[in-house]
């Protein structure tokens, strides 16, 4: 049961993707792009507010389906990071509609050279409900195994009307 210094519990996915760290960041940064890749049941992800120095950057708040979130870490082509903003209420509705129950959550995504491509590092923190941890931790480390995946895979065959391929996102 993996902790952070301040209790918090932490998870972990990899991928790797013969994309570019650049390509791969503007599909995490803009948020209309997650639902390109993201396999959301809605095609429903925005941005709903720009960030200070960037409109995808620090400060910048989106809706990707069933969620909200700041983005709190900008440091392209290497680092994105989001916290959660939306609470939710009942424990049904958070695991199957929203996600798992938890409170301060965090997610950095962090993209490193390798080989002839990118490493996906997806780690999370968070804070979980009396009870909750271990269904958390599985849930997160199944849906960032996900996510890396498939912004992975996306990424190497990006097509021109992807909102990642739009001037300004990094």
Not at 60 to 76: F, G, K, S
Not at 100 to 112: I, S
Not at 150 to 162: D, I, L, T, W, Y
Request: aromatic share 10%; net charge positive; proline share 8%.
């Amino acid at each position: 049961m993996p902790h952070g210094a301040d209790g918090a519990q932490e998870v972990e996915a990899t991928a790797t993707s013969r994309a570019a760290p650049e390509v791969i960041f503007k599909h995490l940064c803009v948020a209309e792009a997650w639902a390109e890749w993201g396999g959301f049941w809605t095609r429903d992800a925005r941005r709903e507010s720009a960030g200070a120095e960037h409109p995808n950057g620090v400060g910048a708040v989106r809706y990707v389906p069933t969620r909200r979130e700041e983005v709190v870490a900008w440091d392209p082509p290497r680092h994105y990071g989001y916290t959660a903003l939306a609470s939710y209420t009942a424990l049904a509705a958070c695991v199957v509609l929203a996600g798992p129950p938890t409170r301060r959550f965090r997610a950095d995504v962090t993209l490193e050279p390798h080989h002839a491509g990118t490493l996906i590092r997806w780690r999370g923190a968070f804070h979980g409900f009396p009870g909750t941890g271990p269904l958390t931790r599985a849930i997160l480390r199944r849906r960032f195994g996900s996510y890396a995946r498939r912004v992975a895979r996306h990424s190497e065959h990006c097509e021109p009307g992807c909102p990642a391929r739009l001037p300004g996102a990094l």
